[in-house]
């Protein structure tokens, strides 16, 4: 907080549960103090979500906003919400809401190693304003001191804050069910920093007097095998551990979970819990239609909400996940069977945490976890204020050694990598935006060159400061002639380069003397911004009065006459603070060197350099010698940049460093398939449609199997849809054969086997005659409200108004029902 009052940007790297959130907060309620608005960005919509109703419920719902892809809540709020990818395309399209940004929160900031969503982050850390200041909360990470070096080198002072201390004590058990005695057993993992050697005895013997067995056909049945679920909750709650959650890496597996607790029996509430647990899941819920809850099966649902039991995954619809929160963080629900997702930011703590299987399905291959997802998952053990200890539960697995779960238990190795690569869309928003030396600037700033070459990116830093010299220096040198003509008149008027210079320097803290128009003698600053119109003071006089001081306002260049240490807490909005702070100033010794002009040594050397031509020559040669030890040492990063640029000079998309049509079409279509959907658009391939058939075409760009099944041939609402999807097929597989020659990241193949489907919704067909076994709600409605969002980059980007037209009904046509419901959810 100390750093935060002082201006330096932070990176807090602790547990789960160590008061990451009271930092961001206390960041919150500064920049609102000041007068500048608030940003908190997470990586996930449904984080975005929660946050949204948390602020709320701290600030009132009038000044709290959300912003999402599909969805926008009082966007021009003091404090707003987004997903990370919302705030880099505000960067991109230079919004007028980043004018009097004063923070910008980065939770979950370890997500800029996600190999999809990491690029995003490191654009908006290297592109956003760096007077900006950035909160970046992490999970505990090995590496957080070259994290916050890379950072303190392209933003500034970025002090790192790092806690490896739960604030509740975790236990490692291991359990399994035994075979021989008919009972679940756990035991602890590790004791006194040492596997258990009991757990170890245990395991040998059984595994040798199975080698020895002479049983009839073959090996003798293991004596050990996992529990099964209904015994993992009985486990639990005869050993005092609910609420827990039960990672399952399976959404099918969870509802199986479900169902079978259910023919077990097992009711964990009472009959007032039922009654509360079924009142919230109706309110959640109220939106939907009777034909919507029947296609849900939304009886069942709340049955078994209602017996203390539910799961959690993305098949689920939102209403649904957010109502199981709810009754979860209320104590209603005891037990929640969840995928990995859960872990992700979410705010659901429990006592306990169980993973079922420390394996998970890459698609290819089963592979152990990595210590960084065990811990992320068990992290969530242990509720503040509520549990002295978090239990985190393994469950025994015959392809797991009891070794390779204790060296999950004892890891505290979680290393950040940078999962940075330049993409279709970066790269034309770096044309339209920036020279290509100023883009070969902002790539040789990310975290991926800094961990290739850390010396290029301290370069790049210098040298943006020595050409920011250089501006100065030149824009001082053609307001001479005025300076010196304003000085014989007045005799003491400041020029605005001087004077800008001189505010850039001065901190909170600092007591200056002033002549401005405003203020005339002594005064301390409690807090500075930058804004586009210039650096803004915020300071306090002996007579306790509040004033902002610009270079507009000043006669005169500010005198640095000592410095004192501003009040704790940092409350600017409170008497006492003010108050306190005005005594401090009026106590305070002045420096013996008041009289003389302040040192220069933290900003721009200007006003003590000769403003001459040789100084600017120097500076010139200075920088030209930079640029070439610069390049020469540039490695992967840049190249990987410009194989992008030669491909989109090949497409159409950029001549000698300037946007196309095409260029700036795809400047403004923010998806992972970006140049086919522009490729796509570019060839007519969306005109002359139907709303319908648009929506059906374009859902091709945006289903995504899972698994990678393609769920056998496509349905198809009628033979011209049919035939686009053949013609996108081909431009398509032209794409990737170019990024394949290139050596590029390839996007998606498109797939139909949502079109029908779409199309049918968009014709107003009930939810209950979309679904089908192998579509989950969830995925039905996330696909739909990835469409909408899509449909509305069509409308702003396209020239052709037939499509436009279109487009904007179409994506009208599709937000109805259940899916407008979930749009709405957590705008209640």
């Known amino acids: 907080m100390d ?24 960041a919150i309620a500064r920049a609102r103090s000041l007068g500048l608005r608030a940003f908190y960005t997470t990586p996930i919509k449904a984080l975005s979500n929660q946050k949204f109703r948390d602020l709320q419920n701290l600030y009132g719902a009038h000044k709290v906003g959300l912003v999402t892809g599909d969805n926008a809540v009082n966007p021009e709020a003091p404090v707003v919400v987004m997903t990370t990818e919302v705030l880099r395309n505000m960067i991109y399209s230079q919004s007028t809401r980043l004018d009097d940004l004063g923070v910008v929160i980065l939770d979950e900031v370890h ?16 592109q956003l304003d760096p007077e900006v200041q950035l909160v970046c909360l992490s999970a505990t990470v090995s590496n957080a001191d070259e994290v916050g070096d890379w950072l303190s080198t392209v933003r500034g002072r970025t002090d790192v804050v790092v806690e490896t201390t739960r604030p509740i004590e ?29 757990v170890q005895r245990l395991l040998s013997n059984a595994s040798q007097t199975r080698g020895r067995s002479s049983h009839v056909g073959g090996k003798k049945p293991r004596r050990f095998s996992s529990p099964t679920r209904p015994e993992i909750v009985e486990l639990l709650e005869d050993n005092s551990m609910l609420p827990a959650i039960v990672f399952i890496f399976s959404r099918a597996q969870c509802e199986d979970a479900v169902h ?30 009777q034909d919507d809850k029947d296609a849900l099966e939304f009886h069942n649902f709340i049955d078994d909400v209602a017996s203390g039991i539910s799961c959690h995954h993305a098949g689920m619809i939102p209403m649904f996940k957010e109502a199981v929160e709810e009754c979860f963080v209320q104590g209603l629900v005891k037990v929640v069977f969840a995928t990995e997702t859960l872990a992700v930011g979410i705010n659901m703590p429990a006592r306990a945490v169980v993973i079922e299987k420390l394996t998970k399905y890459t698609g290819e291959h089963h592979q152990l976890l990595r210590a960084s997802e065990f811990t992320q998952l068990t992290g969530r053990a242990g509720r503040r204020g509520l549990d002295d200890i978090g239990h985190a539960i393994s469950l025994w697995n015959p392809f797991v050694d009891f070794e390779q779960v ?46 290739a070459d850390k010396d290029v990116v ?52 600092d007591i200056v003397m002033f002549d401005a128009s405003n203020i005339r003698g002594r005064g301390l600053i409690i807090s500075t911004a930058a804004r586009r119109s210039g650096i803004r003071l915020t300071v306090v006089t002996p007579s306790r009065k509040i004033l902002d001081v610009m270079a507009k306002d000043l006669r ?53 350099s000769p403003l001459s031509h040789k100084s600017i020559k120097r500076l010139r040669n200075e920088i030209e010698q930079m640029e070439n030890r610069v390049g020469n040492r540039a490695g992967s990063v840049g190249s990987r940049f410009m194989d992008v640029i030669h491909m989109l000079e090949e497409l159409n998309y950029v001549s000698d460093w300037k946007l196309n049509e095409k260029g700036e079409m795809l400047a403004g279509i923010f998806h992972e398939s970006d140049l086919l959907i522009v490729e796509v658009m570019n060839r007519g391939l969306l005109d002359n449609l139907s709303v319908n058939d648009l929506v059906a075409v374009l859902s091709t760009l945006v289903y995504e199997p899972r698994g990678g099944d393609t769920g056998g041939a496509p349905r198809w609402p009628n033979e011209q849809v049919r035939q686009r999807f053949k013609k996108i097929e081909r431009v398509s597989e032209q794409v990737q054969s170019i990024q394949h020659e290139r050596g590029m990241h390839q996007h998606r193949a498109p797939n139909g086997g949502l079109a029908f489907e779409t199309a049918a919704w968009a014709n107003g067909r009930p939810l209950s005659k979309i679904l089908d076994v192998d579509l989950t709600p969830g995925d039905f409605v996330r696909s739909m409200r990835q469409l909408i969002d899509l449909l509305r980059q069509i409308v702003a980007t396209t020239s052709n108004p037939s499509l436009r037209d279109t487009a904007e009904h179409a994506a009208k046509a599709l937000d109805h029902g259940v899916v407008a419901a979930a749009s709405g959810a957590s705008g209640k």
């Not at 190999?115 to 290297?126: L, N, T």
């Not at 058990?173 to 050697?197: W, Y």
């Not at 869309?425 to 339209?432: E, L, T, Y």
């Open 3 to 26: 750093s935060i009052d002082a201006d330096a940007s932070v990176l807090v790297a602790a547990p789960t549960g160590s008061g990451k959130t009271l930092i961001a907060e206390y």
């Open 111 to 126: 997500y800029l190693q996600d190999a999809y969503r990491g690029p995003v982050w490191e654009e908006v850390i290297i």
């Open 170 to 198: 975790l236990v490692n058990h291991f359990a399994l069910f035994d075979n021989a005695s008919k009972q679940c057993e756990m035991f602890e993992t590790v004791i006194s920093g040492e596997p258990n050697r009991h």
């Open 260 to 289: 079978s607790c259910m023919k077990a029996g097992i009711v964990l509430t009472t009959l007032e819990e039922e009654s509360l647990i079924r009142e919230i899941v109706e309110r959640h819920c109220e939106n939907l239609t």
């Open 406 to 451: 204790v060296g999950l238990a004892l890891s505290r190795s979680f290393r950040l990598s940078s999962a940075f690569r330049p993409t279709c869309n970066m790269a034309v928003n770096m044309v339209r935006n920036h020279s290509l030396d100023g883009a070969h600037h902002i790539l040789n700033l990310s975290f991926a060159q800094f961990q």
């Open 458 to 509: 301290t370069s790049e830093a210098s040298l943006e400061g020595r050409k920011r010299e250089l501006l100065l220096l030149e824009r001082a040198m053609a307001d001479k002639d005025s300076l010196d003509q304003s000085a014989n008149s007045s005799g003491t008027t400041a020029s605005s380069v001087e004077a800008e210079i001189s505010l850039r320097s001065l901190r909170p803290g």
């Open 556 to 608: 005169s260049l500010p005198l640095k006459a000592g410095h004192t240490d501003l009040p704790v807490p940092f409350e600017p909005a409170r008497t006492e603070f003010i108050r306190e702070s005005a005594t401090r100033l009026t106590k305070a010794r002045i420096d013996e060197t008041m009289g003389k002009p302040m040192e220069e040594d933290r900003g721009p050397r200007v006003i003590d």
